[in-house]
T-cell receptor, first 113, second 110 residues
């Protein structure tokens, strides 16, 4: 089945140690999004790619970076994780950014020790 | 004031009951999303609708664009329906950036 896959499902890192989260999709969608969701809060959009065009949200810290080497894959890099970065990270895709349905991956739960 | 209001915040039901969750929003939109999230889990997209009604299995979603209101119904509820149900709409002039409601925590007891 076509889907959005995130790896790993659970990631533990140490304070300040860089970490990379992975998202892949078999939907051939143009748009890929990264959200951060802290406990009991709504997801917060960090950035999105429309094809190769990167769109950063104004309030996304510089500590968060992203790469999209091809249509199928997108990576979230946290350069120096702090305790406040512990959260669920959700990847989503949509066919086109003009109001299309977003398909979410299962998420990666990040723990920072 | 949150621009997307959901009610109720918490809902407990007995297995088999008919469930209704409501969502109201403040401005005109292109489409509304209903999402499901199990505790500690990822998000699943249930519906995206811009008018009328959609049905998938025991789930039904309706939207009234004029009244800026949508409802999610679950017929013959089951304990596996226990989850947080989230309404999300694109606000602020963006067609893709979703504003999420606070969610409705549904617990269905056997």
């Amino acid at each position: 089945d076509a889907m959005v896959i995130q790896n790993p499902r659970y990631q533990v890192t140490q304070f300040g140690k860089p970490v990379t989260l992975s998202c892949s999709q078999t939907l051939n969608h143009n748009v890929m999004y990264w959200y951060q969701q802290k406990s009991s809060q709504a997801p917060k959009l960090l950035f999105h790619y429309y094809d190769k065009d990167f769109n950063n949200e104004a309030d996304t810290p510089d500590n968060f970076q992203s790469r999209r080497p091809n249509t199928s894959f997108c990576f979230l890099d946290i350069r120096s994780p702090g305790l406040g970065d512990a959260a669920m990270y959700l990847c989503a895709t949509s066919r086109d950014q003009v109001g299309d349905e977003q398909f979410f991956g299962p998420g990666t739960r990040l723990t920072v020790l | 004031k949150n621009e997307v209001e959901q009610s109720p915040q918490n809902l407990t039901a007995q297995e088999g009951e008919f469930i209704t969750i409501n969502c109201s929003y403040s401005v005109g939109i292109s489409a509304l999303h209903w999402l499901q999230q199990h505790p500690g889990g990822g998000i699943v997209s249930l519906f995206m609708l811009s008018s009328g009604k959609k049905k998938h299995g025991r789930l039904i979603a309706t939207i009234n664009i004029q009244e800026k209101h949508s409802s999610l119904h679950i017929t013959a509820s089951h304990p596996r329906d226990s989850a947080v149900y989230i309404c999300a709409v694109p606000l602020g002039g963006s067609n893709y950036k979703l504003t999420f409601g606070k969610g409705t925590l549904l617990t269905v007891n056997p």
